[in-house]
């Protein structure tokens, strides 16, 4: 039995077909870890979610920020981007189906292999933040994503502020800080307060910023967190990450990684995707 994490597949099926085919994936014996971003920007992403749904629990999913903004487009809090390729699901027969299995998928998991915790999220974790602290956090979001309160929360998710963590913040300031930090956040300061401009490579830090994981005093720093949503800074593999976003939507690769018998045992694996947009466009 192999356990697997895969980077962001954005709508690109075709890729993730052929990469579940190189890496001999069987639903009877492996688990694959998705880590966020299934759809959008690629020509596939009913396509996407339908092959998740039919591989039923052997494609364990979490949520990326481009699907919440599918989740956000279908219940008209935001209208489409330029660059969104979201109609296939929008006016699918199957849509309520594909919406509903979305919603129903979380923003954090933790699986334990080998004696050890892996974590996984779509973007990052504030330096205040243990592993429970971002287990339970995120279980507040999903309990919005998965209630009646659905377009009410989604209409206040967006916005970048508050960008510095509060145990003692509420309501929607509380869900948003959340939802930044595991779906969108690659760079904060030593205290951890994010950033949402900056799109560099870790090397190209803007002054007085650092990757989210580099943070002094993390507190996760003693488990190992497996992420996607950062395409520029490519595959890294550290004893405490393990980023997978290689870019695949951009003309790049599509990524796994499959631990051995302990989570130190790591492959990269990947397959090469055709560009389906380019940066800037």
């Known amino acids: 039995m192999a356990l697997y994490c895969v980077g962001d597949i954005q709508g690109c099926d075709e890729a993730f077909g052929r990469l579940l085919s190189t890496i001999g994936f069987s639903p009877s014996r492996d688990t694959v870890y998705l880590l966020g971003d299934l759809v959008n920007r690629g020509p596939g992403s009913a396509a996407v979610l339908r092959r998740c749904m039919r591989l039923g629990d ?28 979201l109609q296939d699901v929008l006016q699918a027969p199957d849509r ?27 973007a990052g974790v504030l330096p205040q933040w ?7 956090l995120a279980d507040e979001v999903h309990a919005m994503l998965r209630g009646p309160a659905l377009p009410d929360f989604l209409r206040e998710m967006y916005g970048n502020s508050p960008d510095q963590w509060d145990a003692g913040l509420q309501g929607a300031d509380r869900l948003r800080i959340i939802v930044n930090a595991l779906t969108r956040l690659r ?23 650092l990757p ?30 393990q980023g997978l976003d290689t870019g695949c939507v951009w003309g790049g690769a599509l990524s796994a990684v499959r631990f051995g018998a302990t989570l130190a045992e790591r492959e990269h694996c990947k397959v090469q995707c055709a560009q389906q947009q380019r940066p800037g466009e």
């Open 130 to 136: 243990s592993a429970d602290d971002v287990l339970a």
């Open 58 to 85: 052997s494609v364990r999913a979490l949520l990326g920020n481009h699907d919440l903004h599918l989740l956000a487009t279908a219940h008209g809090v935001r209208p489409p981007s330029r660059r969104d390729t």
């Open 212 to 241: 989210w994981f580099d943070a002094p005093g993390r507190r996760t720093s003693g488990t190992l967190i497996a992420f996607g949503h950062w395409s520029t800074l490519g595959w890294i593999s550290r004893p405490d990450i």
């Open 96 to 122: 309520q189906a594909l919406l509903d299995w979305l919603r129903q998928q979380p923003l954090a998991r933790r699986v334990r292999h080998g004696g050890t915790d892996l974590l996984m999220v779509h």
């Open 187 to 209: 760079f904060c300061t030593p205290e951890g307060r994010m950033d949402f401009e900056s799109t560099e490579s870790a090397a190209h830090a803007p002054a007085g910023l």
